[in-house]
């Protein structure tokens, strides 16, 4: 089955004996048992598994090309269940910059629990060689990357990591299945965020842990999901799988609506820099043309001034909204700097942008005048 006819009815008969076509929410916190006693497999207790969630899971795990599939709370609750599933005094390579929260989780919470970690340049393939130690036991990776859309060679990583013996973990948020399979690549594990392009209406946090194979690994990642707690609810699980229906023609809008967005800013005078992977001159087109389907809704740039400069030209629109996060319908935009808070490595002149769907001629006239 192809990938749009997958996502409209993945998982739709499970826990929905009425066939329903689009099936009930399943509030219920607890389901009968059998007189013949629980069965391997059984609805029991929603935080260990729900009908809406084992649905979700199912089609997320299809759309992935993976085996299996566990749905956390947030995106960082996913990320934090892998990392959970290590052993004290295990290593991690991580994108020197990784989505912000991941970065902090890993340097402010599982620090304390010994994990070892190295945040390096994730474009030069000897660099991670280079950083490879005896107890290396993930190599993560985030391509592009937030928010100066660097690219990483997924395949060679894979292949670098294989050969070591090293998990691989990747961050598939931004360019969603629609764009990039990391598992078809040779990557083991694929995190989602589904609070963005899943949700895809700025109205859910979740987040989602897709394996390539239900290994012993990925079993350490349903305890933590199953015993940590960080479950979403039914009435979530039941709107993202409603939302994933659509995920295929809303990354096709998002894509071209920001391959639009992005050639009209790389040829405006107030604009210094672009960095979008689907532009020639981005250092990693190459790699992205050859990994990537599409390139996403995603922009960062650089305004030609300085940061008061920048603060003035977000403040100036009236159609895009001046939010963070990313992946919903709207257009939204932010001064980075000051979204990432203290410690942050963002320009003070650097604007990141989520290409919503509105007609794309509208979203570019707001731009205009708000550049001026
Ligand atoms: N990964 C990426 C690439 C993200 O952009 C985000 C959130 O912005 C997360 C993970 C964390 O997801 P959540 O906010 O759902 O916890």
């Known amino acids: 089955m192809k990938f749009e006819t997958l996502a409209i009815h993945a998982g739709l008969d499970i826990g929905n004996p009425s066939k329903a076509i689009i099936p009930p929410i399943s509030p219920?916190?607890?389901?009968?048992?059998?007189?013949?006693?629980?069965?391997?497999?059984?609805?029991?207790?929603?935080?260990?598994?729900?009908?809406?969630?084992?649905?979700?899971e199912h089609v997320i795990a299809a759309l992935e090309?993976?085996?299996?599939?566990?749905?956390?709370?947030?995106?960082?609750?996913?990320?934090?269940?892998?990392?959970?599933s290590l052993e004290t005094g295990d290593h991690v390579i991580i994108p020197e910059d990784v989505y912000a929260g991941n970065r902090k989780m890993v340097t402010s919470v599982m620090s304390h629990w010994g994990l070892e970690s190295d945040f390096i340049d994730m474009t030069d393939l000897e660099n991670i060689e280079s950083h490879i130690r005896p107890n290396t036991k993930i190599i993560w990776i985030e391509t592009p990357s937030n928010p100066l859309m660097r690219i990483t060679d997924i395949?060679?990583?894979?292949?670098?990591?294989?050969?070591?013996?090293?998990?691989?973990?990747?961050?598939?948020?931004?360019?969603?299945?629609?764009?990039?399979?990391?598992?078809?690549?040779?990557?083991?594990?694929?995190?989602?965020?589904?609070?963005?392009?899943?949700?895809?209406?700025?109205?859910?946090?979740?987040?989602?842990?897709?394996?390539?194979?239900?290994?012993?690994?990925?079993?350490?990642?349903?305890?933590?999901?199953?015993?940590?707690?960080?479950?979403?609810?039914?009435?979530?699980?039941?709107?993202?799988?409603?939302?994933?229906?659509?995920?295929?023609?809303?990354?096709?809008?998002?894509?071209?609506?920001?391959?639009?967005?992005?050639?009209?800013?790389v040829d405006h005078p107030k604009i210094a820099d672009v960095f979008y992977p689907g532009l020639e001159s981005n250092k990693g087109h190459e790699i992205a043309k050859k990994q990537m389907k599409g390139f996403g809704g995603m922009i960062s740039f650089l305004v030609d001034g300085d940061y008061d400069e920048t603060i003035k030209v977000v403040g100036r629109t009236k159609l895009v909204k001046r939010a963070t996060s990313l992946g919903g319908v709207e257009t939204t935009w932010e001064h980075r700097r000051s979204s990432e808070?203290?410690?942050?490595?963002?320009?003070?002149?650097?604007?990141?942008?989520?290409?919503?769907?509105?007609?794309?001629?509208d979203i570019i006239e707001d731009l205009e005048q708000a550049l001026g």
């Not at 629980?38 to 084992?54: A, C, I, M, S, V």
Request: proline share 4%; charged share 20%.
């Open 341 to 361: 808070g203290e410690g942050s490595v963002s320009p003070e002149n650097m604007v990141r942008i989520s290409v919503g769907l509105e007609h794309p001629d």
């Open 28 to 56: 219920s916190t607890i389901f009968e048992i059998d007189e013949t006693g629980l069965k391997e497999g059984d609805f029991h207790y929603t935080r260990l598994q729900n009908p809406n969630r084992q649905q979700f």
């Open 155 to 265: 395949a060679a990583v894979a292949e670098l990591a294989k050969s070591n013996n090293i998990r691989t973990v990747a961050d598939n948020t931004w360019p969603t299945p629609v764009n990039q399979l990391p598992l078809e690549l040779g990557i083991d594990l694929v995190l989602h965020s589904t609070s963005k392009y899943f949700g895809g209406h700025s109205d859910i946090l979740g987040g989602a842990v897709i394996s390539k194979k239900h290994d012993e690994f990925f079993d350490r990642v349903l305890t933590v999901q199953k015993m940590g707690g960080a479950v979403p609810s039914p009435h979530d699980c039941w709107l993202l799988s409603r939302s994933t229906r659509t995920l295929s023609y809303r990354m096709k809008g998002h894509n071209e609506h920001a391959e639009k967005v992005a050639a009209f800013l």
């Open 65 to 84: 090309g993976g085996e299996a599939a566990a749905a956390f709370s947030s995106g960082i609750a996913a990320a934090a269940a892998i990392l959970q």
